[in-house]
C-alpha cells in the first residue's frame, strides 16, 4: 500500500526554521519524482520544491530560491524540506507527493498522483 506521511509541522516564530519529512512506504522513494506543496487558507496549492528520480536533480520556484532545501534520504525512504527565515506567509499546510509517470520532477500539482495527509505549519509571534 502506498503511503506518503508528513510530519515536523508546528507552531514557529517569525525568522524560525523547520525541517519537513515526507516518510513513503509501499515504493521505493528514488523511484520516483517527489514534490512538496503549500495550501493556505483560501488559497490554491502551489510547487515549493521537487525533486527527480535517482539523479536529485531538485526544482523551486523562483520565489522560493534560497529559502527552501528539498532533499532526499534513501535509507530512510523520506524526502524532507528545510525552510529557513520563515515567514508568516508560510503559513499553510504542506503536503508531499510522488508522481508516477514522469522521470523528472515538476512543480505542478496535477501531475502527482498521491499525496500525503498534510503537515500544518503556522509562523507567528
Known amino acids: 500500500q502506498v503511503q506518503l506521511v508528513e510530519s515536523g509541522g508546528g507552531l514557529v516564530q517569525p525568522g524560525g526554521s523547520l525541517r519537513l519529512s515526507c516518510a513513503v512506504s509501499g515504493f521505493i522513494v528514488d523511484h520516483y519524482p517527489i514534490g512538496w506543496f503549500r495550501q493556505a487558507p483560501g488559497q490554491e496549492r502551489v510547487g515549493i520544491a521537487c525533486?527527480?528520480?535517482?539523479?536529485?536533480?531538485?526544482h523551486y520556484p523562483d520565489s522560493m530560491k534560497g529559502r527552501f532545501t528539498i532533499s532526499r534520504d534513501n535509507a530512510k525512504n523520506t524526502v524532507y524540506l528545510e525552510i529557513n527565515s520563515l515567514k508568516p506567509e508560510d503559513t499553510a499546510v504542506y503536503y508531499c507527493?510522488?508522481?508516477?509517470?514522469?522521470?523528472?520532477?515538476?512543480?505542478?500539482?496535477?501531475?502527482?498522483?498521491?499525496w500525503g495527509q498534510g503537515t500544518q505549519v503556522t509562523v507567528s509571534t
Open positions: 525533486i527527480s528520480m535517482s539523479d536529485d536533480r531538485s
Open positions: 507527493a510522488r508522481d508516477t509517470r514522469r522521470s523528472l520532477c515538476s512543480l505542478i500539482d496535477r501531475s502527482y498522483d498521491d
